[in-house]
C-alpha cells in the first residue's frame, strides 16, 4: 500500500505565496508519475501539473508561468511552488502518485488533499 501525506496548505493574501509538499511511501515502484489536482465546490477535479521520474513536467494554463512543480526521487517527495496566488486557485489540492507495476497493472494513489485559501 501507498500512502501520500500532504503539507503546506493555508490561507495567504491574493499575490502571496505557498509551497506545498507531498510525501510518498510504501511499495513505490519506478519509474512513477506524481502531480497536483485540485477541485473546489461543485467542480470536476482538475490537473494543476505533473512530472515524471525524469523530471519531464507538464502544467494547466490557469498556472503556467506562475507554479513550478519539482520532485526529490530519494524522498520520493514532490512539491508545489505556487507564486502569485489568486483568489480563484482557491481549491482542496491532492497530491497524486501512479506507476505501472508488475504485469502492466496500473496503480493510482491521492492524498487527502490540503486546503489553499486565497483572500482578495
Known amino acids: 500500500q501507498v500512502q501520500l501525506v500532504e503539507s503546506g496548505g493555508g490561507l495567504v493574501q491574493a499575490g502571496g505565496s505557498l509551497r506545498l509538499s507531498c510525501a510518498a511511501s510504501?511499495?513505490?515502484?519506478?519509474?512513477?508519475?506524481m502531480g497536483w489536482y485540485r477541485q473546489v465546490p461543485g467542480k470536476q477535479r482538475e490537473l494543476v501539473t505533473s512530472i515524471t521520474s525524469t523530471g519531464s513536467t507538464n502544467y494547466a494554463d490557469s498556472v503556467k508561468g506562475r507554479f513550478t512543480i519539482s520532485r526529490d526521487n530519494g524522498v520520493n517527495t514532490v512539491y508545489l511552488q505556487m507564486d502569485s496566488l489568486k483568489p480563484e486557485d482557491t481549491a482542496v489540492y491532492y497530491c497524486?502518485?501512479?506507476?505501472?507495476?508488475?504485469?502492466?497493472?496500473?496503480?493510482?494513489?491521492w492524498g487527502q488533499g490540503t486546503q489553499v485559501t486565497v483572500s482578495a
Open positions: 497524486n502518485l501512479a506507476f505501472d507495476g508488475m504485469r502492466s497493472q496500473r496503480y493510482v494513489y
Open positions: 510504501g511499495s513505490i515502484f519506478r519509474p512513477n508519475d
